[in-house]
């Protein structure tokens, strides 16, 4: 677990909370503001720092929950097998929300959706920002394959390197460069480590967006992988009530590249969907 000073005062925080998680260990969790609830879920290889641009304008007009999932950022490794899902579900539980808006990016857009599929009652809304989903089947692509391998040979510095030609084009010098650059670093050993314990349990939400009963927000940024706007139009073809937003000048990493923008179509949508 990091020890630097940022890091230090991020564990020490006045609205801080480690949450028991199934099979030992705990998540770091921040709770802010007030107003209806929504609950943000960071991606793959990231934490929930993804968040720190938009989380102040959010919490002026809602209750914000925030995590690091399992074995990620400030949150314990993993020594089981654990579920993503069940995790979530802990967090809602543990914080006495029995609705939320969820709002996910990659990774947690699929945690976000799968958990929607499994207990619809608790959600109110979503969001889902650059968001992976389970079942669907990625177009064969000369660089996701060297992502892929980095992670199967746990290659923790190729997979970094990579995750920043990929998934962050915009660069260093764009805005949140730096915070994304140590996120990615930061994370690149851990998730190696966590990810070796994921629950496989075969979900396929693509195969049931048709279920999907709330409104849905599906936004992606105009320098993402172009993958990820393929799967977003899937996405909004597929849910009744999805619409879908494209922010120009962000890559991968919305919330940081362009908060302003961001901040404006959640809240927008919240309000809408309350």
């Known amino acids: 677990m990091r020890q630097n000073t940022h890091e230090q005062e991020r564990a020490q925080g006045s609205d801080v909370h480690w949450v028991p998680v199934p099979g030992g260990g705990r998540l770091w969790a921040e709770r802010c503001g007030e107003g209806s609830p929504v609950v943000l879920l960071h991606g793959a290889g990231m934490d929930a720092r993804l968040w720190d641009l938009v989380v102040p304008e959010l919490a002026r007009h809602h209750e914000v929950v925030r995590f690091d999932a399992r074995g990620l950022g400030l949150s314990t490794p993993p020594e089981d097998v654990f579920d993503d899902v069940e995790d979530l579900l802990v967090v809602l539980d543990y914080f006495d929300l029995g609705q939320a808006a969820l709002a996910g990016l990659s990774m947690g857009g699929e945690t976000a959706l799968d958990f929607t599929l499994a207990h619809p009652e608790r959600v109110s809304s979503l969001v889902l920002v650059a968001a992976s989903a389970s079942g669907h089947t990625w177009p064969h692509d000369p660089l996701l394959a060297a992502y892929a391998a980095a992670r199967r040979d746990q290659d923790a510095a190729g997979l970094a390197e990579l995750e920043l030609s990929i998934w962050a084009p915009l660069g260093d010098t764009a805005p949140g460069g730096d915070l994304i650059k140590s996120m990615i670093e930061d994370n690149a050993q851990q998730r190696l480590v966590s990810e070796r314990h994921f629950a496989d349990l075969g979900r396929n939400a693509v195969n049931d ?19 990820i706007a393929v799967l977003a139009d899937r996405l909004v073809a597929g849910m009744p009530d999805a619409v879908g937003e494209r922010i120009p000048e962000a890559d991968h990493y919305v919330p940081l590249r362009a908060p302003e923008r961001f901040a404006e179509l959640l809240l927008a949508h919240l309000a809408r969907h309350e």
């Open 209 to 227: 967006l048709k279920q999907i009963a709330v409104w849905t927000l599906v936004i992606v940024g105009d320098c993402d992988h172009p993958g």
